[in-house]
């Protein structure tokens, strides 16, 4: 993980208020821009985050997976939500970072955990878990706007034993932020989170900077 301007003053606000900062999750089809002022009214959270949208249809709006309604903010909504894309290409990725900082978002955040059969068969969201050569590519496509890029994924696609590979490999890409699903895909949410496992997933995080500063 590295440190982002961005995410560096999130996390002061919430350090200096001696609490961990807070977000409310994208959920599809729930945390649009009128979901989203209704909780901001209620009890803002730190972060806000759009629905999850497909990196190919920002710039084709002829593609498969509408946008429409995704990518709306109202005037009033503050803090502006973080984008979440999907898809599994590093070029998609790019020509849809650029367009969503043209449209003034400040962050994006990358679906590497979605169980959805159809995202599946297009080789993105939890898809991405068996291949680390094409999430590195998005990882990187999506950075060439130069916004904070952070990930959210899941423990693993088939076994909850994946993230032993899996989070010390999303780590070394440097994401600023890292949210882990403490299920596999193959889980869905039918099974109890593995809230045992959050402990190693800190260790993960405290090995990871270790070797980065000593190396």
């Known amino acids: 993980m590295t440190q982002s301007p961005y995410w560096q003053r999130i996390a002061a606000k919430a350090q200096a208020a001696q609490r961990p900062f807070f977000s409310l999750a994208p959920m599809e ?16 959270p730190d972060v806000f985050y759009t629905e999850f ?6 710039t084709h709006p002829k593609a498969k997976f509408t946008t429409r ?5 109202d005037e009033a909504e503050s803090p502006r ?3 979440q894309l999907w898809g599994n290409s590093g ?4 020509k849809a970072a650029h367009e969503v900082k043209n449209q003034g978002y400040q962050a ?4 590497m955990g979605c169980p959805d059969m159809a995202v599946i068969k297009n080789h993105s969201g939890s898809d991405l878990i068996r291949h680390f050569d094409r999430a590195k590519e998005v990882i990187e496509g999506a950075r060439q706007a130069e916004l904070p890029v952070s990930v959210k994924t899941r423990l693993g696609f088939d076994d909850v034993h994946e993230y032993e590979t899996w989070i010390p490999f999303l780590l070394q890409q440097q994401v600023p932020v890292l949210t882990v699903h403490v299920r596999t ?8 989170a593995h809230y045992e496992l959050i402990d190693n997933l800190v260790q993960c995080v405290i090995l990871w900077h270790q ?3 000593t190396n």
Do not use: Q
């Open 29 to 44: 089809a729930v945390t649009g821009s009128v979901f989203r002022r209704v909780v901001m009214r209620a009890a803002a």
């Open 53 to 58: 949208t497909n990196a190919l249809s920002i």
């Open 69 to 73: 309604g995704r990518l709306y903010v």
């Open 81 to 83: 939500p973080i984008v």
């Open 91 to 94: 070029e998609d990725f790019t």
């Open 108 to 111: 994006i955040d990358l679906n």
């Open 185 to 192: 895909k193959m889980e869905m949410s039918k099974v109890p």
């Open 211 to 213: 070797r980065r500063y």
